[in-house]
């Protein structure tokens, strides 16, 4: 069995499963308790389910941000890569370099 940790998350106590080590668990604890209280706090009414779904979404719209930020960065790197080899292929042939030739 997984290890579990108790959390307080919006007012009660939730055994979850242990992420990484207790203390980064304690930390997403923290975070989402913290989302919930600004959720709270521009709401004019009271919905603990409705906060909670508002909370995931917003935390999956961040991970979806970031996984595509990730996605940019990689096709940018990759584009950068290419770059350097036709760089280095050109080089290789002004400079009448054979690579395969220890000198």
């Not at 242990?18 to 004019?44: C, F, G, N, P, W």
């Not at 909670?52 to 990730?70: G, Q, W």
């Amino acid at each position: 069995m997984a290890n579990r940790i108790k959390v307080k998350i919006g007012g009660r106590v939730y055994e979850v499963p242990v992420y990484e080590d207790k203390d980064h668990t304690m930390t997403l604890a923290k975070d989402l308790q913290k989302r919930l209280e600004r959720i709270e706090k521009k709401s004019d009414r009271i919905d603990t389910q409705g906060f909670t779904i508002e909370a995931a979404m917003e935390l999956l719209a961040d991970l979806y941000e970031a996984r595509d930020d990730l996605r940019a960065q990689e096709t940018e790197y990759l584009s950068e890569l290419d770059t350097l080899d036709t760089e280095l292929t050109r080089l290789v042939k002004h400079l009448n370099i054979n690579p395969k030739d220890p000198q």
